[in-house]
């Protein structure tokens, strides 16, 4: 993304600063509405339908979404972008529909919350180191695609402009917790799906409208840009064919699909809002937003493509800017580039918070049990200075966005959803049973990585140059595949041989309390959502 000589740099500069300045100062205005851990963390349990839905689609429509959307597009069509906007969409319905209700019905502050209760601390306590490596790295992420922006904009030294960015996050989000994140998310929606719509359309206007955007459309390795199927005769998927094309597909709907709905992010959100009705519903709309929103991204990819298919390599990271700066009118260009510098910062708030959440309730107990609630509300926001500081120190270690988002879901799908899925609506499942699928699943996702990484390596290979991100990136999405298989599998087997040895503990409440089970797939009237 090359800013530095576009004429209205300054106008750039400008918005992202009004954007900064009024996430500190919501953040500061938040904080003088929190007063136990609950405010904290679940804003209180009072958000209305449409905050909370705006909080769910904002957190994931980050500005490293957006770019790199629109890039993938360019490349691959929509097989490129299966993983996101499809499968995110894909976990928000199922969510919605079999998880979302049960737990605002437990009344949980955090998502491992449910992993304690049904298999024992020990599992709790996987559970929070796997939520706390996943957000690690996914903060991370974050930080290094707003230091990307920065350092375009102002020359800023990249290690710079990351600990510039990181530092407002985590000074906001100490201070407002999630009152700050759901209220600026809420801001954030509006200027980021508003911005993206006026790209798309003004780029349709360029190709010639819906005739134009379709008729003849490819994209650099696939003739049929629109389709999600692997191509037979030309490259698979994304350039693997047989039985590892097929893999790396079901790996892309996995990932974020299934591996994001035992995320403390999405979780919080559902447990934040006012009632059960309004946490379903409040999922439902952040789906439709995101599907409706978040293709325009891919098909600017994919317009811009025909527009100019000759786009080089390494500036294809910046294609949605490229596009934005190409045919909007400058103050138009400058809302929303300015609106994706804070559109990341959506992002990072809420994947901060939440481990901060897990790190206080889940893993804090185990060394100062019954702590009251101010003194948890005392450790969730130097939870959050401690997260802010491990990520920024993350993203200066690594500095690639890709591989530590798409190593933070895989973590997530090959450890946790089993478990996760399986204790909300099998009985049997047990301890045991939890403790083999995310040893078993994780261990199979290592195993696997470094047996496909020989062949994605010579994929990735070119007149002898190997191209390292893209092997791993692919290794460790194709061998989440069987790793998730294997999970399932061992939660199933170890729990009915272990059940008289390791009886089921059944699904409680916070208090405790077994959970009424009756109604607990999200098909809901919508009343009293508001």
């Known amino acids: ?166 530092t407002i996050v985590t000074l906001y989000t100490t201070m407002g917790g999630m009152w700050a994140d759901t209220l600026l998310d ?147 260009a400058t809302l929303f580039i300015a609106a994706l510098a804070s559109a990341l910062m959506s992002t990072s708030d809420s994947s901060i918070l939440a481990g901060a959440s897990v790190a206080t309730e889940n893993i804090v107990p185990f060394f100062r049990p019954g702590a009251t609630d101010v003194q948890k509300l005392r450790w969730t926001r130097i939870a959050v200075l401690i997260n802010g500081a491990a990520s920024v120190g993350i993203a200066l270690a690594v500095a690639n966005i890709y591989r530590l988002a798409t190593i933070s879901w895989s973590l997530l799908l090959v450890g946790l959803f089993a478990p996760f899925a399986f204790g909300m609506y099998w009985r049997k499942a047990n301890r045991s049973g939890a403790m083999a699928a995310f040893l078993g699943g994780f261990l199979v996702w290592l195993a696997g990585v470094w047996l496909v990484f020989p062949t994605t390596r010579a994929q990735n290979t070119e007149a002898g140059e190997v191209d390292f991100q893209s092997a791993t990136w692919d290794a460790v999405y194709i061998a989440s595949t069987p790793a998730v298989l294997v999970s399932v599998m061992a939660l199933v087997v170890v729990s009915l041989l272990t059940q008289r040895r390791d009886p089921p503990a059944s699904l409680t409440d916070v208090d405790g309390q077994p959970l009424p089970l009756r109604d607990r797939l999200g098909f809901l009237r919508p009343k009293g959502i508001w």
């Open 1 to 166: 993304m090359e800013l530095g000589s576009y004429e209205y740099k300054w106008l750039v500069l400008t918005g992202i600063l009004v954007f900064f300045a009024v996430r500190l100062g919501v953040g500061y205005w938040a904080s003088r509405m929190v007063s136990s851990a609950a405010d904290y963390i679940v804003a209180g349990r009072r958000l209305p339908v449409y905050i909370a839905a705006a909080s769910i689609m904002a957190t994931w429509f980050a500005a490293e979404t957006l770019m790199g959307a629109a890039a993938t597009a360019y490349r691959s069509g929509f097989q490129g972008v299966v993983f996101d906007p499809f499968g995110a969409v894909g976990c928000l319905m199922i969510s919605g529909v079999f998880f979302i209700r049960l737990m605002r019905r437990a009344r949980y502050l955090t998502v491992v919350d449910f992993f304690e209760r049904r298999y024992g601390k020990a599992m709790g306590l996987l559970g929070s180191l796997a939520q706390l490596a996943a957000y690690f790295a996914w903060t991370a992420a974050q930080f290094v695609a707003g230091g990307h922006v920065l350092h375009n904009l102002l020359g800023l030294p990249l290690p710079v402009g990351m600990l510039i960015v990181g």
């Open 186 to 332: 809420f801001i954030q929606m509006f200027f980021t799906a508003g911005g993206i719509a006026l790209v798309f359309f003004f780029v349709l206007h360029a190709v010639g409208g819906w005739s134009g955007m379709v008729t003849d459309a490819r994209s650099l390795n696939v003739s049929d840009p629109f389709t999600l199927l692997p191509l037979a005769g030309e490259a698979g998927y994304l350039g693997y064919t047989g039985t590892l094309g097929w893999m790396y597909w079901a790996a892309a709907w996995m990932s974020l699909g299934l591996g994001s709905i035992a995320c403390q992010d999405l979780m919080q959100r559902s447990m934040s809002a006012r009632n059960e009705e309004t946490s379903v519903w409040g999922t439902y709309a952040a789906a439709v937003l995101y599907f409706v929103f978040g293709i325009m991204s891919p098909l600017v990819g994919i317009m811009m493509f025909k527009l100019n298919p000759n786009v080089p390599v390494e500036q294809l990271d910046g294609l949605l800017v490229m596009a934005t700066v190409k045919y909007l009118p400058p103050l138009l």
